[in-house]
């Protein structure tokens, strides 16, 4: 499967700030998706990155808060945007490559929100 | 209704133990599923697909039943190594490759 790292693979970062993080995948993808994983919680999908267009945002997220890009096909970031304490979590991106429907996830960002 | 419920667990088995884990989804119209498993703060591990007749991978059965919308986990010989949670996943019906995740089961296997 796909080798997928994120960075940075933690952060503390201050209420009202911005964390941009960045998902770089070692082959060419079909899809790439960013979850959020609350503590104690499962996965929650926040959008599907879409390569060249706008991303496409689950019910209770929005652009302003999480823009996300996807300049091609084997990177993406996601941004948490004037973040919260609520805004703490895990926040992972996936992939399915080419020919598979399988899913793949990266290891995760730890963002804890001061 | 969650859309994928599983069993609360936590689940503590002896080594060597068979232990099967159950979920059920809502969509009636769901096409994949999977067995993901995650270790502790770390990210969701692909375990395996399950197939509609049912799929085996060594240790691991899987078995899917869409008239109930039910999915079971088997696993048999228990090892330490295979302490960890397991996550049901599900990608629902027109929702590309998204997919939905139930909250896990814990297991413990001791020695």
């Known amino acids: 499967s796909a080798v997928i790292s994120q960075k940075p693979s933690r952060d503390i970062c201050q209420r009202g700030t911005s964390l941009t993080i960045q998902c770089q995948v070692d082959?060419?993808?079909?899809?790439m998706f960013w979850y959020r994983q609350q503590p104690g919680q499962s996965l929650t999908l926040i959008a599907t990155?879409?390569?060249?267009?706008?991303?496409?945002?689950e019910s209770g997220f929005v652009i302003d808060k999480f823009p996300i890009s996807r300049p091609n096909l084997t990177f993406s970031t996601l941004t948490v945007s004037n973040m919260s304490p609520e805004d703490s979590s895990i926040y992972l991106c996936?992939?399915?490559?080419?020919?598979?429907?399988?899913?793949?996830f990266g290891p995760g960002t730890r963002l804890t929100v001061t | 209704r969650k859309e994928v419920e599983q069993d609360p667990g936590p689940f503590n088995v002896p080594e060597g133990a068979t232990v099967a884990f159950n979920c059920t989804y809502s969509?009636?119209?769901?096409?994949?599923f999977f067995w993901y498993r995650q270790d502790c703060r770390k990210e969701p591990k692909l375990l395996m697909s399950v197939y509609s007749s049912g799929n085996e991978d060594g240790r691991f059965t899987a078995q899917l039943n869409r008239a109930s919308q039910y999915i079971s986990l088997l696993i048999r010989d228990s090892k330490l190594s295979d302490s960890a949670t397991y996550l049901c996943?599900?990608?629902?019906?027109?929702?590309?490759?998204?997919?939905?995740f139930g909250k896990g089961t814990s297991l413990l296997v001791t020695p």
């Open positions: 082959s060419q993808v079909t899809m």
């Open positions: 996943v599900v990608n629902p019906a027109n929702s590309g490759y998204a997919l939905n």
């Open positions: 969509n009636s119209a769901s096409q994949s």
């Open positions: 996936s992939v399915v490559e080419r020919g598979s429907y399988e899913q793949y």
């Open positions: 990155a879409n390569q060249g267009s706008e991303a496409t945002y």
